[in-house]
């Protein structure tokens, strides 16, 4: 449709990103891929599709860098947000109809699975509170799925096939307005290399007063966490918590960031001493020293995780996390 540009992040995708940009429209959106400095067949998959634009970093920007980048390429006032691993089905237009309805910061449709059902618990959910957080990191969540803070969490009881405002539809699928997407400041960057970026974005949206709404017209089969599957064990666990406590830290109150803090450093030290039994080694005891370091740093320097538009700095960055 015209007025249209998807924006698609890349990252060793050669498996799925050729299915992902064939059911892409080819006359009618502007078509990006930003590639991640990716070790695979990825960047000549794509070079075999003259309509699609290409932007190849030399190194791995992370993904809400590389989202920027992306958007930064193109005037297109409309922008949808897709993963590699995600193939358009069918609404294209009426979502786009959607997301032009006043008040509006984004829309989503449905993300299909494997299986072929409504990926329920993932497309989409409530944005985080210091509970759901809290529960989630002390592996409550897996243990007692059912518990109502997980279940209001997850949105168990949200309905695919209603039309509805929601909350923190998932980033794989995501529609937004450029003019909304400039006022808001895109993407923290400091959300790196993944995870909580487009969480962050739906809660600034939350907090300016926009609306998200989802719209069961369109939809989109989604293989899912094809990106965090090809991390390594040990990068996993620092970047998923570090992003937590980061944005736990900005988002929810400061009591409530300390219960998540001390939930981290609990469930990181269960984590730890299960792992050296189960690895049968001391790594587990690096992996989880850094999420420690981090969950104390965050205790007790609160005002360290402030946001900056673009790529303002931040106290906790990647090289910190690397040389903790």
């Not at 400095?37 to 634009?53: C, E, G, L």
């Not at 405002?165 to 998932?170: D, I, N």
């Not at 469930?267 to 989880?288: H, I, K, N, Q, T």
Request: some cysteine; hydrophobic content about 45%; charged content about 20%.
């Amino acid at each position: 449709m015209n007025g249209l540009a998807i924006v698609i992040v890349t990252y060793n995708s050669e498996q799925v990103i050729g299915p992902c940009l064939d059911a892409c429209p080819r006359s009618d959106a502007q078509v990006i891929v930003v590639d991640n400095a990716s070790q695979d067949q990825t960047v000549q998959i794509v070079r075999r599709r003259p309509w699609v634009k290409l932007i190849a970093n030399p190194e791995n920007r992370g993904f809400a860098a590389a989202v920027n980048q992306g958007i930064a390429g193109t005037r297109m006032p409309l922008i949808l947000l897709l993963n590699p691993d995600a193939i358009l089905e069918a609404g294209l237009d009426e979502l786009a109809g959607t997301c032009r309805l006043a008040g509006t910061g984004a829309a989503a449709g449905q993300l299909i699975g494997p299986d072929g059902e409504f990926q329920k618990g993932f497309s989409v959910r409530r944005l985080p509170t210091a509970a759901s957080l809290a529960l989630e990191v002390l592996g409550i969540n897996r243990l007692w799925p059912a518990n109502p803070v997980n279940r209001r969490f997850r949105c168990h009881d949200f309905d695919p096939r209603m039309a509805s405002v929601v909350e923190q539809p998932a980033g794989a699928f995501l529609m937004t307005p450029r003019q909304v997407w400039e006022q808001i400041g895109g993407f923290d960057e400091g959300f790196r290399p993944l995870w909580f970026e487009d969480v962050d974005y739906c809660r600034r949206l939350k907090d300016r007063g926009f609306l998200i709404r989802y719209d069961p017209r369109a939809s989109a089969r989604h293989l899912g966490a094809h990106s965090a599957a090809r991390l390594d064990w040990d990068k996993k666990e620092v970047y998923w918590y570090a992003n937590l406590l980061r944005y736990a830290v900005r988002h929810v109150s400061r009591l409530g960031s300390i219960v998540v803090c001390l939930a981290v450093i609990g469930g990181a030290l269960l984590r730890l001493v299960m792992g050296v039994f189960r690895r049968r080694g001391l790594e587990p005891v690096r992996v989880y020293g850094k999420v420690l370091r981090l969950a104390c740093r965050y205790l007790f320097f609160p005002g360290s995780g402030s946001w900056k538009s673009g790529t303002g700095t931040t106290f906790i960055n990647q090289a910190q996390i690397n040389v903790l």
